[in-house]
């Protein structure tokens, strides 16, 4: 599994479309023990609590490092990226606006923000004074994120031991997504949107839970006996609750990504679960004999 530095790297390489974007490296900085290694020339870390920026040397050593972040402000680690991206990009159109004498940095944080952005020569990045991973909290706190609308298995359903189950959900904006909400603050406006990307279905008869990266296929009576193609399970055994019902439990894992508007290679993601909880009725098919 890529460690969360590299996977930020990559989405960050994906976001500046091409460009190859180095991962930044395990351990630790020589210059600076709180910023971690880095592959790439200049890094350096910015804090709201930040004073006068530093100035940039010229030997691509680390240049200002602001101290840790106040209670509650994400650190970030800037790190001058090497090549510097097309001229397409568009954080180096935000630089040749502002007179072309720069650098595009590569941003991290560990409130899970990413993304490029401009730095004037001369300056040292500082955490900007709104900070969008909690516009974007914002933003994703009006939404109404519910728990899976299971279809199936139904309250009212009757199953068989023995037999293949199929489970989906319906998608609903409220319970499957996507759904996007905006919030602004000092001038600052961030989009964020929100989507199931898995189910988990703890089938509440002790077996591992059935991990669906779709909502499931709907059951059709051509399909007979056979086995969901995509989310399904087969129970071995009954219950042993009174009621003669295993409690099945379904969380949804909903991604939300977000992007701060008119720049929107400063992004970031983090991931929610939502709960629906639901009785199964599993009975032995019975018998007739003749």
């Known amino acids: 599994m890529l460690s969360r530095a590299a996977a930020i790297a990559a989405g960050t390489a994906a976001l500046l479309g091409g460009l190859t974007v180095p991962a930044a490296a395990d351990g630790h900085s020589s210059a600076d023990p709180d910023c971690g290694g880095s592959t790439v020339v200049v890094t350096v870390c910015a804090a709201a609590t930040s004073s006068t920026p530093g100035s940039f040397g ?21 790190s001058k990226l090497n090549p510097q991206p097309p001229a397409n990009n568009l954080a180096m159109q935000d630089g040749k606006r502002r007179g072309g004498k720069g650098a595009v940095y590569q941003v991290w944080c560990d409130s899970g923000r990413f993304g490029v952005v401009w730095v004037p020569d001369g300056a040292a ?28 298995p139904r309250a009212a359903g009757r199953y068989l031991v023995g037999m293949p189950m199929w489970m989906w959900v319906d998608q609903t904006p409220t319970t499957y997504g996507p759904q996007s909400a905006r919030a602004t603050t000092g001038g ?5 949107t929100a989507k199931v990307s898995s189910v988990s279905w703890n089938m509440g008869d002790r077996t591992s839970p059935v991990v669906c990266t779709g909502p499931g296929t709907p059951y059709t009576a051509s399909a007979g006996k056979a086995a969901s193609p995509d989310c399904g399970h087969l129970y071995a055994t009954t219950p042993s ?50």
Not at 59 to 71: D, I, L, V
Not at 129 to 149: E, F, H, I, N
Request: charged residues 15%; contains cysteine.
């Open 58 to 78: 010229g030997s691509g050593t680390p240049a200002a490092h602001h101290g840790q972040s106040g209670s509650g402000t994400p650190k970030c680690t800037y």
């Open 125 to 152: 990045p500082v955490q900007p004074a709104v900070d969008p991973q909690m516009l974007a909290r914002r933003a994703a706190d009006s939404m109404t994120l519910r728990g899976p609308d299971i279809a199936s």
């Open 188 to 192: 600052v406006t961030v989009t964020a």
């Open 241 to 290: 609750t009174p009621d003669g019902r295993f409690p099945l439990t379904a969380t949804s894992t909903w991604t939300i990504t977000w992007h701060v508007d008119g720049n929107e290679t400063d992004a970031g993601q983090w991931t929610e679960t939502r709960t629906s909880n639901l009785g199964v009725h599993v009975s032995e098919a019975q018998v007739v004999n003749q």
